[in-house]
């Protein structure tokens, strides 16, 4: 069980960031660039030190700035760090980067075992300049397993790996984190990354958790609208004194009222998107974006679509609780 | 769009298709690209023969050296007595000095290459003052530093130690000319490790000094080994500094200086050949080594 609470200044804002995560779960730690995400993860490994904290681990007190004051030095805390460089040990071989920590003592079947299920058995002799991208991210994931941590760290570990590589990988720690039973973050920008990994997402926006929570429910309720602008929602209708979040895959065309909220907008613009279309509309003085699987009328034309049960915020830009009913408008 | 596109392509194929296989008939194009490739062999040639010629001028001394030397004057100036003296005295300064250096400024270099000091600028400049300074002068001012009439002089004179013209002054002289190339070169070994690879080493629970040794250490070794083997070579030929406070015991770089002056060039040549055959191997080594460390780590 992880138990974190810390503050850490940073240039522009200070990261206030209080989570728990237990054993063997997956925490995906959603947000833009420079929100604070990896300063979190470098408190945690003890690299970063944070001005007020207190950081817990499977019992264990690894940060405290609250008398006992306690700051226990990276080599000794068992976290795992697995960064999008995987910082393999150029002068040594796979198998001796495998078995690098101390506490790696693996027999020759279960080294052998660890590496057929990361699929690198055939590698154990190579030197790591001659391993692809991926290859070097499973020695390095081996690495981490085998040094016996007792919580795995990943900061964004497999950016610029292509899609279906990444998703292997993904489900691969995935796996190893609950048969391990240790606690898990995943740092990522990507939420389709964060959503395949995670039993729990929490989005975090200049230093600041704005919202945890199973990670369907954190894209279909967002608590609130500059959540909702982070995981996708690209249009806001307003309605008199609440406003009605679009999300672009969200969106059927045709009038189903009892599906959710009907608009009917003016395409301001369409072009191809994967498989289907996406079209701009304005409708009234907002606008929207919304993924359509037949191309859409030209520009000019309208369009009725039916926004699928949609997040409502007030004028705070916090989410509605009850659901209101909405006439259809134009 | 797409349908206009594919009988266009389906047309290319098929004229591909008719060509016959084997080897192009030259085009015109072709016969141009061949005199362009003419021309090219051409300044290949003198760009090469250019940069032999280069080379060999590099070499010129050692050229020189080998084809004035003669065996029957080799034995016999080598096997005069007390002749190779100054070529123990030599190498047991340089070791030492080496080991100095090794110990000394290592930590020096590792400090200044993971920005741990403040000011680095002040700490650089300091480095390379010693180097600018010409070694005659840096004797000179030894003299002023650690000579008899110096407090450091008379700390050494309770020891009943010197360092004028004793085998302490010997490597202070050889340690002074030397520190500089060892400092900057082994500065250069150590930034060239990457900061983040020591992070990770200590998370998987290496304590510093442990990723030291394991991480650090190894990956800066073939700069380490080269930055030391010159530091052996100013070592073993460092004269100026040595002439004005270590004129005794004489190592070979003096032996070749005094027998220049008493006896002419001619019997200076073997001390020449044999500072080359003492001060070239552990560079040559140390390139070696380092080459193929370098090759393992590629795989």
Known sequence: MLDADVEVDRRAFTVRIALQVAPGERLALFGPSGAGKTTLLEVIAGLVPPRRGHIELGGRVLTSTAPPVRAVPPWQRRVGLLRQDPGLFPHLSVRDNLCYAPSATPSDAELSSLAALLGIESLLA???????????????????????????????????????????????????????SVPAILVTHELVDAQAFADRLAVLDRGELLQVGAPDEVVLRPASRRVAELVGYLGFVPSSEIVAGVHPERVIPGAFGDRGLVLTGVVKACRPAGAGWEADLSIGDAAATCRLPDKPPASGGELVVTVLDPPYFGVDGRALSAVPRLSPRR | MSWAASPAAAAGGAVRGDEPPGPRRPTGRGRFAEGSLRLRSVSAFVSVAGTGIIWLAL?????????????????????????????????????VTLGVLFAVCTPLAWMLARGKLP???????????????????????LVFMVGPYTPIGGLLADLHQSATNTFLALVIAEVYE?????????????????????????LLGDRPRRVFRRVTLPLAAPGLAMSLSIAWARAMGAFGAVIIIAYNPMGIPLQIYTTLQETGLASALPYALVLLVVALPLPLAAYIWSARAGRRRRG
């Open chain 2, 59 to 95: 070499l010129g001394p050692v050229i020189a050296l080998l084809s004035h030397l003669s065996w029957s004057a080799i034995a016999k100036s080598l096997t005069a007595p007390g002749a190779l003296d100054p070529l123990v005295i030599s190498v047991e300064s340089g070791l």
């Open chain 2, 119 to 141: 000011f680095p600028r002040v700490w650089e400049t300091g480095v390379l003052c010693s180097l600018l300074l010409p070694p005659l002068v840096i004797g000179l001012l």
């Open chain 2, 178 to 202: 030397s520190a500089p190339y060892y400092v900057l070169g082994a500065q250069s070994a150590f930034a060239s490790v990457e900061p983040r690879l020591e992070q990770q080493a200590g």
């Open chain 1, 126 to 180: 190579a030197m790591p300049a001659r391993l692809s991208g991926g290859q070097a991210h499973r020695v390095a994931l081996g690495r981490l397993l085998l040094a016996h941590c007792d919580m795995l760290l990943l900061d964004e570990p497999y950016t610029g790996l292509d899609a279906s590589l990444r998703r292997t990988l993904t489900q691969q720690v995935g796996s190893l984190v609950t048969e391990r």
